[in-house]
């Protein structure tokens, strides 16, 4: 039972122009939704977060909206760069601890 | 700054033996977790602890056992070890609920 879903496995972007990561979900109760990213044989790093009583937080190039009646969130990057070139992960949590993941999306950032 | 550390980084295991994914970390954080990546999935959370002699299940806990006897140490148990147990396996902690530090993670073999 996959309760984050991200539907896109990968995504390239030409580096300069925005991506776009997107995440749906199915549990009406998650109130808090993260997005980490991640290298290669590395741990994921968290990115950025946002609360159910929120629809959009910033926190310099990175941007997620979060739309509760479509159970969806998405990260903006603008503008990309070569070095975000990464697999970002969204998840979501609604009892504290309880940490749920998606599948990932793998973004390449050209030059 | 050491972080979340992981032992071993590298292990292969025959079918029905067993072994302990070691875990500390040392930012005093009250939240650990452990999680599980296949091969091009997300992450699956097996257990979590929200403090020092406190554990809770996660999506996929069966054929693992864990114990939070200190805030430093989250060790995971594998018992009678199995093919499907092969993976990459991450430890996090937390301060709070959400925003988790990752350890480099342990791969997993079971032939």
């Known amino acids: 039972d996959q309760q984050v879903k991200q539907n896109s496995p990968s995504l390239s972007v030409q580096e300069g122009r925005i991506s776009i990561l997107n995440c749906d979900y199915t549990?009406?109760?998650?109130?808090?939704f993260l997005w980490y990213k991640k290298y290669p044989a590395e741990g994921p790093t968290f990115l950025i977060s946002?609360?159910?009583?929120?629809d959009k937080n910033e926190d310099g190039r990175f941007t997620v909206f979060l739309n509760k009646s479509a159970k969806h969130l998405s990260l903006h990057i603008v503008p990309s760069q070569p070095g975000d070139s990464a697999v970002y992960f969204c998840?979501?949590?609604?009892?504290?601890?309880?940490?749920?993941f998606g599948a990932g999306t793998r973004l390449t950032v050209k030059p | 700054n050491a972080g979340v550390t992981q032992t071993p980084k590298f292990r292969i295991l025959k079918i029905g033996q067993s072994m302990t994914l070691q875990c500390t970390q040392d930012m005093n954080h009250n939240y650990m977790y452990w999680y599980r990546q296949d091969p091009g999935m997300g992450l699956k959370l097996i257990y979590y602890?929200?403090?020092?002699?406190?554990?809770d299940k996660g999506e996929v806990p069966n054929g693992y056992n864990v114990s939070r006897s200190t805030t430093e140490d989250f060790p995971l148990r594998l018992e009678l070890a199995a093919p499907s147990q092969t993976s990459v396996y991450f430890c996090?902690?937390?301060?709070?609920?959400?925003?988790?530090?990752f350890g480099q993670g342990t791969r997993l073999t079971v032939v």
């Open positions: 946002i609360s159910s009583i929120k």
């Open positions: 996090a902690s937390s301060p709070t609920a959400y925003e988790a530090f």
């Open positions: 998840a979501a949590s609604a009892l504290a601890g309880d940490m749920r």
């Open positions: 549990n009406s109760m998650f109130d808090y």
């Open positions: 602890s929200v403090g020092a002699g406190i554990t």
